[in-house]
């Protein structure tokens, strides 16, 4: 799989941090010369491009003809607009994810404009106090623009019947989908003879209708 991150700051430096270790290959466009300097620093060469990522040159440069998902997080929103529409519609990648800034703007950050997935941290930080009064134990990491699931992680309690139970064993809820498993210092791919343990944390695709059955399989 190959990314281009567009905005080199605090985000979009730990999100490439991220995948690197994950094994993922990794470009990342920034335009303000002290930003690109720090990260010219903490990345491996030639991971770190140059310029403005609204830019055809840098975009090419990046390597945007065989990108699989592009990240628009700059501080600006008519930037990371721009960015995920020349991606989508004039290159063709088949992921595009964007931040917004300022909440009043999200209106514009759909698919129509290029934009598969937004991110409105205003949005999602409320949204994360209001469902954690609820569910204690379950946070909401990403809710996707369309419809109406959310990316969850879920802490596996000591008590939970889901313990020593392989995946395929599992009654997972229709509408939900296990993305990984968290255990200690590694990830796990959730494949069906991986057996849950306790502490485990579960990073699942989850329906909004799901959550209560969700967090019953998995802390009950």
């Not at 699989?68 to 020349?86: H, I, K, P, Q, R």
């Not at 949204?127 to 009064?133: A, T």
């Amino acid at each position: 799989m190959k990314v281009i991150i567009v905005g080199g700051g605090q985000v979009g430096a730990y999100i490439g941090h991220t995948l690197l270790k994950n094994h993922i290959d990794v470009k990342i466009i920034e335009n303000r010369p002290g930003i690109y300097d720090k990260l010219i620093l903490d990345f491996p060469e030639g991971i770190v491009v140059h310029g403005d990522g609204t830019s055809h040159e840098k975009l090419i440069e990046a390597g945007i003809a065989d990108c699989d998902v592009l990240v628009a997080v700059a501080g600006a929103d008519e930037t990371n607009l721009v960015v995920s529409t020349l991606a989508k519609l004039e290159y063709g990648v088949p992921k595009t994810i964007a931040r917004v800034n300022n909440p009043k703007n999200e209106w514009l950050f759909n698919f129509q404009m290029g934009v598969d997935i937004h991110l409105n941290q205003a949005d999602l930080m409320s949204r994360m106090i209001i469902e954690n009064m609820d569910l204690s134990n379950i946070e909401t990491m990403m809710k996707l623009s369309k419809g109406d699931y959310s990316i969850i992680k879920i802490k596996v309690l000591p008590q939970s019947h889901a313990n020593s139970v392989a995946i395929k064993d599992l009654k997972l809820p229709a509408r939900s989908l296990l993305i990984a498993i968290n255990r200690i210092d590694q990830v796990i791919l959730p494949k069906g003879d991986i057996r849950i343990c306790s502490d485990d944390e579960i990073i699942a695709l989850v329906h909004e209708s799901e959550k209560d059955a969700i967090t019953n399989l998995f802390q009950n």
